[in-house]
């Protein structure tokens, strides 16, 4: 197996490098994503609208439940796949943007995926509204050669056009909703369904021609909905969806909690992973309680929650009870790159410095963005090599490098003003104040201006090995050069026992 990012400078994609063939694989005229486009923020405008007016996703989320439900499809909404007794699947997340960064995970995500039984998207399976228009290029075309199904949850931007486009691709076609009653004039509804954004009329019409891309019998998959419960081997898998703002209905809530019931091992699948950025999330539901009390219940038996939305990798091994919950973050799959470098000293949960893993590392991550505005701004002195970021780093948490510096490497006053300047992260206790504003800056301004045409590009994604006593989950790197597109190098390996 090839270096990874913990090994070598090369194997985390940093010098020359042959560029891989991802870029055959893409059409001639992708539509890209432009985060900074007027017109793109104003059509991504109803996750705002949600949190002015109030968020209208469980009443629609209940009426599509409901659309499935007269097709014929169980209330319990749980269903079941044959596997071997020893099976794999992959989990990939946030995958639609349509770019080079998109492309660039593909040829490994089908390398590590050869024998796998099918793949899990977490998240966010077509940017920037989840128009049908846009499923041609960002997820049929790429994944036109991967041979097993696709099963997904939405993420907050596949609920900017009400989730119909979702629907048709991974719900058998499901025809749309009849139009929702008109609300009174000038109440708070009345603003909000006069600014929603909605699908186009024609949006769609290419959608049959699109799905030829992955056609093969095998392919093919129908689900029971938005969220679902998986049987496959000794395993169950639990996708949630968590909407527009990250919350549970109540009516999904009290479906969560009586498919959660057994000791029947357990992976949750959900958009708002719980422990991301050194913070705990769990996820309320309407009505009381929250995510995390499900998951932590021992009579539940999860092993594993994964959760998108975060587009890096990141592991928190938590204690609970006596038993480890491994919280993942999958978000890597094909979005611009969300920082890292910005995560504080982790002490969370149990979970310290020494236990907790995340990709690109922060050295890495901060080597990237200093660079990238280092071009923008026209700034050289601003970029710092990957040796300089990562003993700069190292400094400011008061850890041990994940990737050792060079050895003549120093921390100099421009090395510690350029982290300053880019919001690395740093120790809890100097933290406290800064680190929420920080951390909103860089997901929500800084992160999405991130996108970027040349390697490497810092993607990622999991295969995860079942057995009857063991679930081994790994996750592997993409950087757009072509040796880790040969050989996808393994950033993080755990061995989750499940008796």
């Not at 094909?334 to 893993?357: D, L, Q």
Request: hydrophobic content about 35%; aromatic content about 10%.
């Amino acid at each position: 197996m090839s270096d990874s990012s913990r090994d070598t400078a090369q194997g985390a994609g940093w010098g020359s490098a042959e560029p891989g063939a991802y870029k055959q694989l893409m059409p001639p005229h992708v539509r890209k994503v432009s985060w900074l486009n007027p017109r793109t923020l104003w059509a991504a405008r109803n996750g705002v609208l949600a949190s002015w007016f109030g968020d209208p996703t469980g009443r629609t989320r209940g009426r599509w439940v409901a659309r499935r439900q007269s097709a014929g499809v169980p209330a319990d909404k749980v269903f079941r796949r044959e596997v071997p007794d020893r099976f794999s699947f992959m989990v990939i997340g946030d995958t639609g943007e349509g770019g080079e960064s998109q492309y660039a995970a593909v040829p490994g995500f089908l390398k590590i995926g050869q024998g796998t039984e099918f793949a899990v998207i977490t998240s966010d399976v077509i940017y920037p509204v989840g128009s049908a228009d846009d499923y041609a290029d960002k997820f049929f075309r790429p994944y036109r050669d991967y041979p097993a199904p696709f099963y997904a949850i939405p993420g907050n931007h596949d609920w900017y056009e009400d989730l119909g486009a979702f629907m048709r691709v991974f719900c058998a076609d499901t025809p749309p909703l009849d139009p929702a009653p008109r609300p009174r004039p000038l109440g708070r509804a009345w603003w909000q369904a006069l600014l929603w954004h909605r699908p186009r009329p024609a949006d769609g019409q290419h959608l049959d021609e699109a799905r030829k891309l992955r056609s093969a019998p095998d392919q093919q998959a129908e689900q029971p909905g938005p969220y679902w419960a998986l049987d496959a081997g000794p395993v169950r898998l639990i996708g949630i969806d968590t909407g527009l703002l990250g919350t549970l209905d109540a009516e999904q809530g009290a479906w969560l909690r009586e498919v959660s019931r057994g000791t029947r091992p357990k992976i949750l699948i959900t958009g708002s992973p719980l422990y991301v950025d050194g913070e705990h999330h769990p996820c309320p539901i309407d009505g009381g309680g929250t995510v995390d009390d499900i998951v932590r219940d021992p009579e539940h038996h999860y092993v594993a929650s994964i959760g998108g939305d975060i587009h890096n990798y990141q592991r928190y091994p938590v204690q609970v009870d006596g038993r480890t919950i491994q919280y993942i973050v999958s978000g890597g799959g094909g979005a611009f790159m969300h920082a890292t470098h910005t995560i504080p000293r982790v002490s969370i949960g149990g979970v310290s410095e020494r236990e907790f893993r995340c990709y690109p590392l922060r050295g890495d991550s901060l080597a990237f963005y200093s660079h990238l505005y280092a071009r923008r701004l026209r700034l050289p002195r601003l970029g710092l090599s990957e040796s300089e970021a990562t003993a700069v780093i190292a400094e400011r948490l008061g850890i041990e490098p994940g990737r050792a510096p060079g050895p003549d490497t120093r921390v100099t006053r421009r090395t510690r003003l350029v982290a300053s300047l880019l919001g690395a992260g740093g120790r809890p206790d100097r933290t406290a104040r800064v680190r929420l504003p920080v951390r909103k800056m860089y997901t929500q301004l800084f992160s999405p201006s991130s996108v970027t045409y040349t390697p490497p590009f810092f993607k990622s994604f999991l295969r995860l090995d079942v057995g009857a006593q063991e679930l081994r989950v790994r996750c592997f790197a993409a950087t757009g050069n072509r040796p880790q597109e040969l050989d996808p190098p393994m950033e993080d390996e755990v061995v989750i026992p499940l008796k």
